[in-house]
């Protein structure tokens, strides 16, 4: 699997464990290889997740 779908993959599992309710939240931009941002439509609040190697993900805070 390309490097940056396994990314992507990490971090959709990442907001599934934490049980993140993604209504309405879409997926923004891919500014950097492992920063993946997040914006909702209907109030325009963002959140970006970290990727790193092995499946760490970090939200940034």
């Known amino acids: 699997m390309d490097?940056?779908?396994m990314r992507f993959h990490n971090c959709v599992s990442y907001i599934e464990t934490e049980n993140f309710d993604?209504?309405?939240w879409?997926?923004?931009e891919i500014p950097?290889?492992?920063a993946h941002c997040f914006r909702n439509e209907r109030t325009?609040?963002?959140f970006d997740l970290a990727a790193w190697d092995?499946?760490?993900v970090f939200p940034d805070i």
């Open 3 to 5: 490097e940056i779908l």
């Open 22 to 24: 993604i209504t309405g």
């Open 26 to 28: 879409m997926l923004f």
């Open 32 to 34: 950097i290889f492992y």
């Open 44 to 46: 325009n609040q963002k």
């Open 54 to 56: 092995l499946g760490e």
